[in-house]
């Protein structure tokens, strides 16, 4: 058809030209509406990469020419001075130098890799005196270096240059993208119930994602939604509740867990109660027969290191637990399995623990909450609250949590304070950090003549009080029974006045008792609980762990862990139990006297000291709430079985006096009572929690002190009364196991001694007997 016959035809219908028109506008307009989806159709043929800059721009940097003749001049000046005579010299043995240390340090790590055990173990201890290497040094050795020596150096506390940098260190993974990759990783676990819960109620199948960037830089603004975030929070949990299982530790892992976990660390870098929870799934997963391979090539090995180093106490405490996993090479190597958390020592020892001291935190417990030093401030009591095992958020616990003490009793920047129906409530914006104590240095003086300064010096060391004063313990006990010993005072010019000190410790046990006894071994023993079925979290994520509640089915699993712990391997232990923590210590002891296994039968055979610190032996009136108010309170499994008078109660306290009077006869006991009754926050009104009755038994000392329920594991400071006759039995137990020893060998002695005597008078008898049997002959002689 030609131009003249379309123009014609055109004419004839003139409606076709208008539909046209309005065809074409339509397809142009759907085209700009579905332009998104338009664009991503055509670009997945398209290629996406960046087009190359103009290779043929050449770039300049312009200098200034007094810049440049300057650094001629210095150019010149360094040429000059290498043809002295003197840098002749002195440059080849800087340059020897540089040689020699790096190749002593690199042959010393061959011997750590290669070597034998004892030969490895004292090349590290060589490796990590090393301070004068240069980063470029450290680099090398971290890329020689294998997994064995790796983890060897970090348990010794070496610099953190001896280990790889974080893979990715400055590029965080997309949230969402990390998001469904966990859910992917996490389905491939099915068929599991556990899963199958934690899909229906909190995490569900993730949307395809499409044209997102898969790692984002420091520069980038990462936008991560307040759901989002609560939904990783809620993996990290759900992650530490499903690792305990051995077999579904080893196939995260195998499925590339922990480099997930490693992107984990890098979003929730600022929250270090997050990075607690994080780093307790890496304590789980540690307890893989392989897991050194995996944790040394994701990267995790440098960063265990560096959060044993930093000031966070919960970090330093769970990282030295997985790395004490990790460490296959250390001569006195124990595995710490869940709800066992080494304090001290955190670090590779050379000689063998003399003693093991195990503390078992009560109700809503925890190690940096249940042990922490006491404030000299009032304590109160709340109802509601979470658990507080390694969580700085315990604004009201019940039977447990103090007020939250920060460093001087103030709040901190970026906590507020609100007035909500005449409650006040403390809103915490920033995740505070659980420090260590720090010990007040000594001001040095700054005094030019020797005599005098000597003088003042003499005058700061001397003690306060001369050795006839007698000074009382701050917390002397108001009562105690006739059997009881320990003393209640200290000599003046052995006490040392704190009370303007401005020390506080999070967890004396951490941070104390290892300046006292640095050979002991310090366990911390964590489990959780509630007061009230609402309160219970840690039941959301699997309905089975409903029946952990139980004291019994609690006391079996810590049974089973504390001897995996290797506690009481030829060494004494001494159990501290607070509230109920002290009925799980009796009741763990009297399943190790029914067990068959010897591993579990030396825990109640090693047992040389227990102490109870306001423990319900009888019960505890708390328990009765549930008559009057369980449409409100609802009250857990815990509370329940710890009811005054109860009968199970009562049979567990019959026979663990029946073995005191018998098997334990030879255990030192210690039971404190609480001589002042407890606030309660939401009604104000004080409450004895655990009557004095409930805390006395017919053995061993006792003693009723001042303070509250809460305070009874809360000293003051060192030379408190509580402290110090806890070490008193510590120092017992140590005492009982070298006395055989000293008895056998005093023995032995004196059976020498007889052995001697006997062949002296022995030979006296025989010397009598021959000059007897001469009399006669000599007599004989003279007669003739």
Sequence with gaps: MSLEDLKIKLRRHPKLLGLGGVGLITAAGFLLYESPQVRRFLSQYV???????????????????????????????????????????????????????????????????????????????????????????????????????????????????????????????????????????LARLRPMACIDHFF?????????????????????????????????????????????????????????????????????????????????VLANMSLVPDAVEHFFTSGWVGALAEWQQCPDLRLQVISAKTMANLDHDDPNQCTYPPNVYPLHPRVRTRRKPKADIVFVHGLLGGVFITWRQRDRKPTELGLYGKNAFYTSETDDVFLVGEQKRLSGGKLKPGEAVKNVNGNQKTETIKDPVLKASKKVEEQRLNISDAATKEFVETLRNEAELDSDWEVVHPDVPLNANEECEGKFSVCGSEWRNQDTSEEYTNCWPMEWLPDDYPDSRILGIDYTSAVTEWSANFTKYCPCEKGQGHIDVRANTLLDRISASDVGNDRPIVWIGHSMGGLLTKLILLKSLDSQEPKVQQLTKNTKGIVFLGTPHRGSPIAKWKQHMQMILSPSIEVKEMEENSPKLLEMHRRFMGCLHTLLRHVKVVSVAEGSPTMLTSFKFPLRIVTEESSKIDFGDFYLLKDDHLSLSKPIYRQSFLYQRLLHVIREAIKERSDPKDQDGQSQSTSNQD?????????????AKGLFESLPRVALRFST
């Design 47 to 185: 290629d996406k990469k960046s087009p190359e800059p103009d290779k043929r721009r050449a770039e300049y940097i312009y200098i200034k020419y007094h810049i440049y003749r300057e650094s001629m001049r210095k150019l010149k000046q360094k040429e000059e001075d290498e043809k002295k005579w003197i840098s002749v010299i002195i440059n080849p043995i800087g340059k020897w130098w540089k040689a020699a240390k790096h190749s002593v340090a690199w042959r010393l790590l061959n011997i750590a890799q290669t070597g034998s055990q004892p030969e490895r173990l004292k090349a590290v201890q060589q490796l990590i005196c090393m301070d004068h290497l240069k980063d470029w040094d450290f680099r090398h050795l971290a890329q020689i270096c294998d997994a064995r020596t790796a983890v060897s150096l970090a348990r010794c506390n070496a610099d953190t240059r001896w280990f790889m940098p974080v893979p990715r260190r400055g590029c965080i993974k997309n949230p969402k993208m990390l998001l469904s990759e966990l859910h992917v990783m």
């Design 755 to 767: 052995v001697v005597l006997v062949k002296i008078v022995a030979a006296l008898l025989e010397g």
């Design 200 to 280: 229906s109620k909190y995490f569900p199948e993730q949307d395809p994602i499409e044209d997102i960037h898969e790692y984002l830089t420091q520069e980038q603004t990462i936008v991560l939604s307040t759901a989002d975030t609560d939904l990783l929070k809620e993996i990290i949990s759900f992650l530490h509740h499903i690792t305990k299982d051995p077999e579904v530790s080893a196939r995260l892992m195998r499925d590339g867990g922990l480099v997930h976990l490693m992107e984990l660390r890098k979003i929730f870098n600022d929250d270090n109660e997050t990075l607690s929870t994080l780093c307790k």
